[in-house]
């Protein structure tokens, strides 16, 4: 029984326009102003149909299969399929939606983008890394690169002739890119010689696309130590001339393959640079700032992989337990005419469902959320509009990494216990969904590091001020929508929540300024308070939308469904913030003070 995935559409219309009102949003922005509410849904649907139809038949076939590398060329073939999926979706257009007109995009809205990769990432994941680093390239050159490098690169990557990598990590340092040893030699022509090894590169080499666009860091000869002396290379698989036709192979070549515990069909791959052929994309030195445009877009692409497995495990679970028969229910047989009750009736499975169910859709309203805050930070003609949205996304951002990441794998595991022994055979897939989301929790910066990255500098950092912007905002909505009853249980456990976590932010502000050690020790416990706040105002805010529309006598079933998950939201998932609290009440010295222990 292998997986099966039907794109949630309706879920997507109501996060979209029942309650984020998207259109509305982006037609304010002059970019968006010609666009409406039928073309995003027309785009929906056509995505949802590739991801469906063509791309998720090759999942597991990927799985089996992985990349396979030839060491006499260094070449990487893809598993059977990847190719002419990704032929398939070069011709509908697919690499285009989000890129600018003027190199061949179509200008659809970050937000609209961010949802066709949520399907993409729900029927394959490691197939949707090619196309997503791509457009993560894409990014980088457009905001940094100088004109002439936009015109040979961006046209190819638009269409997606070509694709792209981020090529940061190396043998010797992950996280810490200040140790990094590539070397960038300047060459009489202007561009640059770069020889080094870097591994852990997504999509470094494979057979897709004609030619690879890899974004490179590395050092001048008069670079000064540590991260202030990196700075950022394109370098093309094949040399170019001026017109941007392909040339003899560039001397960067793939030398291994990692050999992982999920996501095969991407090549994750070990690069050795031996001279070859980049050149300087922005300032010298200042690369870190460069890649971070590409480092912050694949934080919340990370978020979105996790959101697409959460979806299709609990599509998957939910099949599985409405067939499965096994046992009767506590409360007396359900099915009667059966010899056991469908597996769905007993309250762990359902627990183990509805948690799924909780954190998937909670995860598409903060990734939807944050989608339109990038679309405002970049395109809004309001300039204390687009200050507030980046800021807002700068807290955001880690959030969506840690917090879906977090979520995501905890409810592929909970999805693979409803299967039972089933779920931990190859043959339904559902193993294969926890091994993939693992990876999720670790790359583009550790959820550790994201958590340091929001109590340290985006909270502490900037003295509290976009954190409290975004509490005042969470308050400001509680306190127009009080006077509805049927919201309390939902508004009270909110303000309460938002009220110790701000005394909790005083708290580990003066403690930090005795010790910094206190920051990493309250870090992690502290970005869950954090995601469960931002997901606890997301559901009361979909409470009230469906509330709303019963009221109106509206019957479509999602909006019980939505009431009902708020519910389970609040009482079976939100309360997880005890724990953290009460961590958070201990000594730090029980984690700092241990070196007997781990001696």
């Not at 395109?379 to 980046?390: F, G, K, T, W, Y």
């Amino acid at each position: 029984m292998p997986l099966t995935y039907s794109p949630p559409i309706r879920d997507m219309q109501f996060v979209l326009h029942e309650w984020l009102g998207v259109t509305k949003h982006l037609q304010q922005l002059p970019r968006y102003a010609e666009f409406d509410q039928d073309t995003f849904n027309a785009v929906l649907e056509e995505a949802g149909k590739f991801a469906s139809e063509v791309l998720a038949p090759t999942n597991s076939v990927g799985d089996l299969q992985g990349c396979q590398l030839d060491r006499t060329n260094h070449s990487v073939t893809t598993p059977d399929g990847f190719k002419e999926a990704y032929a398939q979706y070069v011709e509908a257009g697919w690499p285009a939606l989000a890129c600018e007109p003027e190199y061949g995009g179509q200008g659809l809205p970050f937000v609209i983008n961010q949802c066709v990769f949520e399907m993409l990432n729900s029927a394959n994941q490691a197939w949707t890394m090619y196309p997503g680093l791509s457009h993560g390239a894409y990014e980088a050159l457009h905001a940094h690169g100088s004109d002439s490098l936009k015109a040979l690169y961006l046209p190819k990557l638009t269409s997606g002739q070509w694709t792209g990598t981020m090529c940061l990590t190396e043998p010797h340092c992950g996280t810490d890119l200040g140790l990094l040893r590539t070397k960038a030699e300047p060459q009489a022509d202007g561009s640059y010689a770069l020889t080094g090894n870097k591994i852990f590169i997504s999509a470094g080499e494979h057979d897709m696309a004609e030619n690879i666009v890899h974004l490179v860091l590395a050092r001048l000869p008069d670079a000064p130590a540590g991260s202030k002396g990196i700075s950022l290379f394109v370098v093309s698989k094949f040399k170019l001339d001026a017109n941007g036709e392909l040339g003899e192979r560039n001397p960067i070549f793939c030398t291994g393959l990692e050999h992982k515990m999920g996501i095969h069909g991407n090549a994750t791959a070990q690069l050795t640079l031996d001279g070859a052929i980049g050149h300087l994309v922005g300032e010298p030195h200042k690369g870190l700032m460069a890649m971070f445009v590409m480092m912050n877009g694949a934080r919340l692409g990370v978020g979105n992989q996790s959101l697409g497995l959460t979806e299709i495990a609990f599509q998957n679970a939910l099949a599985y337990a409405k067939e499965r028969l096994q046992m009767r229910s506590l409360s007396g047989p359900k099915a009667p005419e059966l010899p056991a009750d469908p597996i769905i009736v007993h309250p762990d499975v359902r627990h183990q469902l509805m948690s799924a169910k909780a954190y998937a859709e909670g995860g598409r309203m903060l990734g939807s959320y944050c989608g339109l805050l990038l679309d405002q930070a970049h395109h809004s003609a309001d300039a204390e509009q687009r200050q507030q949205a980046l800021s807002q996304l700068a807290l955001l951002t880690p959030v969506v990494k840690a917090f879906l990441t977090d979520n995501g794998l905890s409810a592929t595991i909970g999805c693979q216990q409803v299967f039972g022994g089933h779920g931990y055979i190859q043959e339904t897939g559902m193993e294969q969904l926890v091994r993939d989301a693992r990876i999720n929790l670790i790359y583009e910066g550790t959820n550790a590091v994201q958590a340091l990255d929001l109590l340290g500098r985006k909270v502490l950092g900037d003295q509290g001020k976009a954190l409290t912007a975004f509490g005042k905002q969470i308050g400001a909505w509680g306190k127009e929508h009080s006077q509805e009853p049927k919201l309390i249980e939902f508004l009270l456990p909110l303000q309460n929540l938002g009220e110790r976590l701000t005394e909790l932010t005083q708290a580990l502000g003066g403690k930090a300024m005795r010790n910094p050690d206190e920051v990493g020790v309250a870090a992690v416990d502290y970005l869950r308070i954090v995601g469960h706040l931002t997901f606890g105002w997301l559901w009361a805010q979909a409470a009230q939308v469906a509330l709303a529309a019963i009221a109106d006598g509206k019957t479509d079933p999602i909006y019980p469904a939505k009431l009902e998950t708020a519910k389970f939201y609040f009482t079976r998932l939100m309360p997880e913030v005890e724990t953290a609290f009460k961590r958070l009440q201990a000594n730090a010295n029980t984690v700092l003070k241990t070196s007997h222990a781990l001696a």
